[in-house]
């Protein structure tokens, strides 16, 4: 079953390995897909307690006329070369604290406290690959970047985000726009002033190839906003942009900062210091992208700001992820997580014409489109309600030449009872249906998206996808859908281990 594979130690292939193809890839794919996730779990015999724990394992398909060759090596973070020498787990990650010799006196424990009220955050970054300029680093949440090189996957050098902008915890999920700039958002919590959210952006043209110098070195700020609550900042895993606007969703999903800071001493990991408020709202904040400025209720035209997120009914889902939960045999998992809520995709509509005078009690989105509402509250507040779009669907992506703007199609991995997918959907917004691609025993990971040269059409293109299985008779392999009718045009077989991945990046190759 699938629980055998994932949480087992991956391997290198540090040298390419040509992947075995059946059917054709288009000659026009011509680039590499770049992608993040765990591949380590246990150092010496000493094991993580997360998923999320896992030592980041890199992994790159490249396609030149129609082959594929594979390679991967494990990010060398200071956390990866700490742990291998001690061979042991030294440095702690959100759900596995490690600790120094348990013998030392009380009176170094306490010193070892006051370092960690301010958690030097681990740089083991297994989560995304982004781009800052022409730089390409692993990104997890926290304050540490590694750069690597997309062609080598070796491990570059690691920065902080700390020596540029005042953030200790910043998204692995920036948004870029069509010049090229990227935008991000991070969380300033301790010893950086004020707390606060803040989003930045780092220009294009940020790079230094002569000499060297970080991307981030000329980040802007964009703005920046308070905590609802001083000691409660909301955890958020991503933010929506628009043309002309940034959406922060500030959720009743909160990190306690007093936690944080005793969580090393009272011998808790990091992640138990996460709670979901069920009382409590969520706020939609909207920020004009240009200026800077938080929009009041009072907009600027007659539109309608559109977006779309992945919402859950409680926080489990993290839960799911320890791995003596990920062991369990399947139906036992199943069991025992029937009442986890599904993700379900869902639409908000803001009207961007309310004012102080607009009519209470009423639905103010007049689009034809879509269920969602819009309601201005005695106190002059908008009470927003979703249009479920579609149920048990995950690691959403679409074509990015869309973003920002009105799309049609969205692709995602399908999860029904289990934290695997092991189907592929499209679905399409306008007509509420979906196509699906699974095989028998397989799981996919996060679909990517790649437009054909020339494309007019949103869904003119290919989804890639990396699937592996469990059964020792299915070697792993790379698969190309045409992203039109979902019809299988390659796979690509690999002949070496490859790991359950999180996110990644396709980059083109240069003309």
Not at 307 to 330: E, G, T
Request: with cysteine.
């Amino acid at each position: 079953n699938m629980q055998s594979i994932i949480a087992k130690n991956g391997t290198e292939t540090p040298v390419p390995i040509r992947a075995q193809v059946e059917g054709s890839v288009p000659s026009w794919l011509q680039g590499t897909l770049l992608r993040n996730g765990p591949g380590m779990f246990s150092v010496g015999g000493h094991e993580y307690n997360h998923w999320f724990d896992g030592l980041s394992l890199i992994h790159s398909f490249t396609f030149v006329n129609g082959e594929v060759t594979y390679r991967s090596k494990f990010l060398k973070s200071d956390t990866y070369k700490k742990n291998t020498k001690a061979q042991r787990i030294v440095v702690s990650e959100f759900g596995t604290m490690s600790y120094p010799d348990p013998c030392k006196n009380i009176f170094s424990r306490a010193f070892t406290h006051l370092c960690n009220i301010i958690p030097d955050f681990t740089d083991n970054n297994l989560i995304n690959i982004i781009r800052y300029g022409e730089d390409y680093y692993a990104s997890s949440e926290i304050n540490y970047l590694n750069q690597v090189d997309p062609n080598t996957l070796e491990t570059v050098g690691r920065i902080n985000y700390r020596n540029h902008i005042a953030v200790n915890l910043a998204t692995a999920h920036p948004h870029y726009d069509e010049e090229g700039n990227t935008y991000n958002m991070g969380t300033s919590l301790m010893g950086l002033g004020l707390p606060k959210y803040v989003i930045f952006k780092v220009p294009a043209n940020a790079s230094d190839k002569e000499l060297k110098k970080p991307a981030l070195r000329k980040v802007q700020q964009i703005c920046s906003i308070p905590f609802r609550s001083t000691l409660f900042p909301s955890y958020y895993h991503s933010f929506g942009m628009t043309e002309n606007y940034i959406v922060f969703v500030e959720q009743p999903f909160k990190l306690d900062i007093a936690k944080l800071a005793t969580a090393y001493f009272r011998g808790v990991n990091w992640g138990s210091c996460l709670k979901y408020d069920k009382n409590d709202i969520t706020l939609f904040h909207v920020i004009n992208r240009k200026t800077g400025k938080a929009l009041s209720t009072r907009y600027y035209d007659d539109g309608h700001l559109v977006f779309d997120l992945i919402s859950y009914k409680d926080s489990n889902l993290y839960d799911m992820f320890y791995i003596h939960n990920l062991k369990q045999d399947n139906s036992n998992f199943i069991d025992s997580h029937k009442s986890f809520s599904l993700p379900m995709c869902q639409r908000f509509v803001l009207p961007l014409d309310i004012h102080k005078e607009s009519p209470r009690g009423s639905n103010t989105v007049t689009l034809t489109d879509t269920s969602a509402q819009a309601t201005v509250q005695e106190n002059g507040s908008v009470y927003c309600q979703p249009d479920d779009l579609f149920e048990g669907l995950e690691l959403p992506g679409i074509n990015y030449k869309f973003n920002a703007k009105k799309y049609r199609y969205f692709y995602g991995s399908r999860l029904e009872w289990s934290p695997h997918p092991n189907k592929i959907a499209k679905f399409d917004i306008v007509t509420r249906t979906h196509v699906e691609w699974c095989q028998e025993n397989s799981f996919p990971s996060e679909p990517v998206f790649v437009a054909s040269p020339g494309a007019v059409d949103e869904d003119d293109g290919v989804i890639l996808s990396s699937v592996i299985s469990p059964d020792p008779n299915i070697s792993p392999f790379l698969l190309v859908l045409n992203a039109k009718t979902f019809e299988e045009l390659a796979r690509a077989s690999i002949p070496a281990n490859v790991h359950m991945d999180l996110h990644g990046m396709f980059i083109p190759a240069s003309v």
